[in-house]
């Protein structure tokens, strides 16, 4: 549970440690289950749904080719992500993405912060000064179907044997207790570095956390999404060999949006 304001909490659920039973099947490919997490879908409107993210890189690709850490502006791969990719998506699939408000807050520090504190700065919960959070006149937030991981779905990812700073990520108690440590590949994630415009935060393939240039590396790209808020899982039991199917309930309406997504045959999601 996490307070983000001065009477509002929020509970989100997360998939940790090695090997968590996360798998699911999703435009005929294998993607995994971050968590469930009560999602703005960029109206104001609350809904607890499922994020997955893709098990393996789609290929090497720069964050941006203009050298710009704005991923609203929009960042070249911002645009890719939600036209050709998408659109390379098969349509049921594509029928159970929902809008999502992405936040875009970064740090400039990374060498110094925990996962925690990682969550507050992406959602400028934290209090402090607006400029450690986005450079110059950068926007907070950018409402889309794709993303790239938070720095902090990476962080939370590891178990809790695992204390480091997130550019302590490469010890090995941390790498061999994340399940998204998986590729071992320099990955690129969505957070900006706040005091210079061209980097963003990525993953090394060593573990750690830090930053490096938008536009001059070729990084490997796992898009993230939020599934609509009436996504359900159908079958299967989340491990490598039998994982999750997801069906849409097109008959459904809003009024179970703020009720937790998950379906009566599916484990607790561990946080």
Known sequence: TLQIGATEDITEYRYRGANPKNYVTFNGETWRIIGVF????????????????????????????????NWARPATLNTELNTTYLNSLDSTSKSMIGNTKYYLGGYNRPLQIQKDVM???????????????????????????????YASDYGYAASDTCTSNLSSYNDETCTSNNWLYNIKKNEWLLPQRSNYSGDVFNIDADGLVGFNSASNNNYAVRPTLYLKYNVQI????GTSSNPYKFTLDKNEDNSNANKPVLASNMIPVYY
């Open 38 to 69: 009560p999602t703005d879908d960029g109206t104001g409107k609350i809904e607890n749904r499922i994020k997955i993210v893709k098990d393996q890189s789609i290929g090497n690709k720069k964050w941006d080719t203009s050298q710009s850490n």
């Open 119 to 149: 969550y507050q700065y992406e959602r400028k919960i934290k209090n402090t000064t607006s400029n450690e959070f986005y450079y110059g006149t950068n926007p907070n937030n950018l409402v889309g179907k794709l993303g790239l991981m």
């Open 234 to 237: 159908s079958s299967g039991d």
